[in-house]
């Protein structure tokens, strides 16, 4: 059974427009929400965290909004740049038990 | 900190070849995981240890498969004998205790 799903698989934006990526999770007992940037040839890289205690974070262009009822938590970028191109995964944790979604490869055309 | 990291960066070989792969967790975390990634399953985790203990090596795929960590700034995953099936990414990743797993670059596994 997948514990954290992810959507969509891929997504094209243009260059200055919002990439919105969804994860849904089973799990309740899931206490810590991160999002994984990864790039071609590299290892994936915190990108931006959120706990289920707060329903939106934001850093810089990015924000994950969080609904705690739904289960569901979803990554924003803000003013899209072609630089964001690459590969971003979900997960959702308790403790060292990570899942991952299956992840989503973002093109953002300039 | 030089981060996670991990050798070779690219392996090519034959099946029936044992396969060792390599890494340096970051220093002062506690926790180390391998992971494999494939474009068919994604992310999936094979085992992770704590101060150098194996805890969960359910997703270990088969006896084919071993890891160790002898002290707290080696790990080795290996392979024998490896099989075409086995063509992945396998990545690293250190954690200190909470939150954030820190991955390595990854090692691209290839068997002919």
């Known amino acids: 059974q997948q514990q954290v799903k992810q959507s969509p698989q891929s997504l094209i934006v243009q260059k200055g427009g919002i990439s919105i990526i969804n994860c849904a999770y089973e799990?309740?007992?899931?206490?810590?929400f991160p999002w994984y940037q990864q790039f071609p040839g590299k290892g994936p890289a915190l990108l931006i965290a959120?706990?289920?205690?707060?329903s939106e974070k934001k850093e810089g262009r990015f924000t994950i909004s969080f609904n705690k009822s739904a289960k569901q938590f979803s990554l924003h970028i803000m003013d899209s740049q072609p630089g964001d191109s690459a590969t971003y995964f979900c997960?959702?944790?308790?403790?060292?038990?990570?899942?991952f979604g299956t992840g989503t490869s973002l093109t953002v055309i300039p | 900190d030089a981060g996670v990291i991990q050798s070779p960066r690219h392996e090519v070989t034959e099946m029936g070849q044992e396969v060792t792969l390599r890494c340096k967790p970051i220093?002062?975390?506690?926790?180390l995981f391998w992971y494999r990634q494939t474009m068919m399953r994604g992310l999936e985790l094979l085992i992770y240890?704590?101060?150098?203990?194996?805890?969960?090596d359910s997703g270990m795929p088969e006896d084919r498969f071993s890891a160790k960590m002898p002290n707290a700034s080696f790990s080795t995953l290996k392979i024998q004998p490896s099989e075409p099936r086995d063509s992945a990414v396998y990545f690293c990743?250190?954690?200190?205790?909470?939150?954030?797993?820190?991955f390595g670059p990854g090692t691209r596994l290839t068997v002919l």
């Open positions: 997960a959702a944790s308790k403790g060292n038990q990570f899942y």
């Open positions: 799990n309740t007992a899931f206490d810590y």
């Open positions: 959120i706990r289920p205690d707060v």
């Open positions: 220093s002062g975390h506690d926790y």
């Open positions: 240890f704590n101060n150098n203990v194996p805890i969960d």
């Open positions: 990743a250190s954690q200190p205790g909470a939150d954030t797993q820190y």
